[in-house]
């Protein structure tokens, strides 16, 4: 007997469900009545209560759809977005709308993202075209994507101009955000007349080739050769990640006893974590994001080769405690298939492979009692006793045990407390805060009375940068930068005696103890100096002999390098300034480039080995960094005088310091270049607005143009705290918006006619690449095109050798064609040269071939 419904039943469901599906179209339809899509070429007709918006929407996948919303439901629908930017006009009646839910498929399974934050809200005015922001999705997995707001208007401007032409010219433009945004308006008057189209208002100039480097950016920016390092307890086996010359990284297991070294492991990720469980069992994470986990059992060894057990933990996570009091687990975090942080003990056994989990499992999990929470702290002896949790946008500090947990303090993102590390019986949470004092000091917080309990270390006008732990979870030292060099001061005579002993063994540089063995008589050290590459050395307390463990970049160790020189320096006001400058070797006065820091807040330059200062060095320029009002290191106040001086008394500070290392050093005022990133990169463009004629040249890498910008357009607003510490720092648009725009250099682009190169990476999510965006298409409406490189799919920050190589290459050129030559420029090419001519009296083919070769 055949089962299954009849056909005339088949029909007369399939009719039901075309019914339903036509009456559930009607509906969205009518739901979606807020907002009706306009055509290119179309008029819009508009009522009188009704306005235009562009909603714009720029994916790096397919994108099922997105949905916008208003006070009564779903006011548009963007379906079928494709990779790229998708724009669309639509008219709506005037009110507050914001972007709602975002639809990803991938054939199988849906995945619906809600947003609820203020940064997607945005205000529908009538008889205006208004333009929300792009809204930004990046799906980094079938399950995570990656979504925010980026005003990046004008690309929205010459869209209007190419399919709505009728529509623009009589209707204002306006950026509709939690910020406004001055630039639409003034693009319109600077536009005006011009009618050369916008596709040809986009393009700079190529840099120029240098005429010789002498330091090549591939050698220079190699990647290093070692990434972690760490001594087990006993001090006599020493494990190290390294780059072989094919690219590949290695853990090398060395016999510090024997002078041995084998091989663990070969992959193409580097193992940036490298832990020992106990004498004889390494842990070591690697991976893409380095959340994958293997465990090495090291064996008897003859001659100081080992037996080697390769375990890989199952799935991926992160390790919480190596719970040293327990042989046998460790506390790992992963995520569950609900998104939910687990946090379980894993026992270390198994023949081929540790069972961790590929998805982490609830039942297991230890971290009950709260939720959101994204990170944890455990005591001594293995138990959960701290959590952050992120509320509201907001990170919080969770105390407790056994599933219990209070609220002790919200983590600010500046100022506040910021915690270091759990104490061993796990009440007392170590940190550091400014609050109510003159710098950041190291403290101990006792979360029962929710009040700091004691000050560790303070040192007056010094701002602490870390701490170091022993292993009972005490911290014994700080660290932190006085002039320029870094300092780990102890707080046992003990182990003062053995600092000194280590500064005399390196005198001038800075000495690091990365990892020590148990009783401390084994240690292993980072030494480096401004002029000098990082090297790793053992260091043998008890035979008091330091021996070179490896070269951090072994293409530089025969290189000399340019000395550094500090300069105390008194700004305009009378403050007191820190600033470095590196005099390359040579006779007379030398060009100098002029290096301003990010941040500018809470960052600072020190006398570390900086590649990007010495590849500048060694052409032949003095490089002048200077730690202006704002740096991190010189205690509160000093910090704060930087807010809301923005290309103001930050830039009067790298005036005096110029001036005084003019009057010190044999420098060319006539030869002078500005260079900077982010906030340098400002820094380098304004400097230029406000003092004219005295560069030959501005180079800004990611750098900010507008200042207001920096609301509409940054990872740096993406939370109501953080907007406010934004505001703090550089003023507020809605308040300040002239004074934004005085210190801003595109409102200034016609007084920037000195040559300017301009680097950026079209995925830069702290300063968005519009910032270069507006200023190229500025200096196209003038005539002067920049020299100009943007690099897709590059962020704030360049890790991409290829890309590293054309930007400083291309820098090197652009600098040496406004600087001009200088002897080290002049020997390069020398030596260039007689490395390509032929051998004399050899063959003609083989001189050819060695000639194109190379």
Known sequence: MQHGMSGARRRGLIGTWRALLAIGMLLVALDCAAMRKIDPGEDPRLAADEGLVVLSVDASAPILAVRVRDDHGVAAVL?????????????????????????????????????????????????????????????????????????????????????????????????????????????????????????????????????????????????????????????????????????????????????????????????????????????????????????????????????????????????????????????????????????????????????????????????????????????????????????????????????????????????????????????????????????????????????????????????????????????????????????????????????????????????????????????????????????????????????????????????AFAPAHVLEVKSGDGLPIEAFLTLPPGDGKRPLVVFPHGGPIGVSDSLTFNREVQYIAAQGYAVLQVNFRGSDGYGKAFREAGHRNYGRLIEDDIDAAIRAAAAAYPLDESRMCTLGSSYGGYSAMVSAVRWPGRFRCAISLSGVSDRALRFTASDNVRSAQARQILERIMGDPRTDMAQMQATSPLYHFRELTLPVMLVHGREDERVDFEHTRRLVRMFNLEQHPPVLLAFPDMGHSFFNRVAIDIAWTGIAGFLQQNLGSTQAITDAEAKAKAKAAPVVGAPAAAASGQGGGK
Not at 250 to 276: F, K, M, P
Not at 359 to 384: E, H, I, M, P
Not at 419 to 426: F, K, M, T
């Open 79 to 559: 379906n079928y977005i494709v990779p790229g930017r998708n724009v669309s006009l639509y008219a709506a009646k005037a009110g507050d709308y914001r972007w709602a839910e975002m639809d990803l498929s991938n054939g199988w399974w849906r995945m619906r993202y809600t947003v609820t934050s203020d940064e997607y809200r945005f205000k529908v005015t009538a008889g205006k075209i208004v333009y929300p922001g792009d809204l930004i999705l990046r799906p980094t997995s079938w399950t995570s994507t990656h979504f925010h707001i980026a005003n990046r208007s004008l690309p929205i401007i010459d869209w209007l101009e190419k399919e709505h032409a009728d529509v623009y010219p009589r209707m204002t433009f306006e950026y509709s955000g939690l910020y406004p945004d001055p630039f639409p308006e003034f693009y319109r008057t600077a536009r005006a007349g011009n009618a050369t189209p916008s596709e040809k208002l986009n393009g700079g100039r190529e840099p120029p080739k240098p005429i010789a480097v002498p330091i090549p950016a591939d050698v220079m920016w190699k990647p290093d050769r070692v990434s972690a390092v760490a001594i087990n307890g006993e001090g006599d086996l020493l494990a190290e990640t390294v780059r072989d010359e094919n690219g590949k990284w290695g853990i090398n297991l060395v016999d510090l006893v024997e002078g041995a070294e084998q091989r663990l492991t070969t992959s193409i990720y580097a193992a940036d974590e490298l832990t020992w469980k106990d004498s004889r069992t390494l842990i070591a994470a690697s991976g893409n994001d380095s959340s994958a986990y293997t465990v090495f059992r090291i064996g008897p060894g003859s001659n100081g080769k080992h037996s080697i057990q390769r375990l890989p933990i199952g799935g991926t996570g992160t390790i919480v405690d190596m719970l040293p009091g327990d042989p046998y687990h460790i506390l790992f975090a992963g995520y569950d298939s609900r998104g939910e942080l687990v946090v379980h003990r894993v026992e270390l056994v198994g023949d081929k492979e540790i069972s961790g989990f590929r998805t982490a499992r609830s039942r297991d999990r230890l971290n009950v009692g709260v939720s959101k929470d994204v990170a944890w702290l455990a005591d001594g002896y293995g138990n959960l006793r701290a959590a952050i949790v992120v509320r509201n946008e907001t990170a919080v500090l969770m105390h407790g045990r056994d599933g219990v947990y209070q609220e002790v303090l919200s983590l600010q993102a500046e100022g506040g407390f910021s915690p270091a590390g759990l104490s061993y019986d796990g009440e007392t949470i170590y940190g550091y805060t400014d609050d109510g004092r003159t710098q950041r000091d190291l403290v101990a917080f006792d979360p029962a009375t929710r009040k700091v309990s004691r000050t560790i270390f303070s040192k007056p006008g010094v701002d602490i940068l870390s701490t170091v732990f022993n292993v009972r979870r005490e911290p014994v030292a700080v660290r932190y930068y006085q002039s320029g060099r870094l300092v780990t001061e102890y707080f046992d005579q003990a182990n003062r005696d053995v600092y000194q002993t280590l500064q005399s063994a390196f005198p001038g540089r800075n000495v690091a103890v990365l990892d020590r063995n148990r009783d401390n008589t084994q240690l292993i050290l980072w030494v480096d100096a401004a002029d000098h590459p990082p090297e790793l050395y053992h260091m043998d307390l008890t035979g008091k002999r330091a021996s070179l463990l490896d070269a951090v970049a072994p293409q530089l160790s025969d290189i």
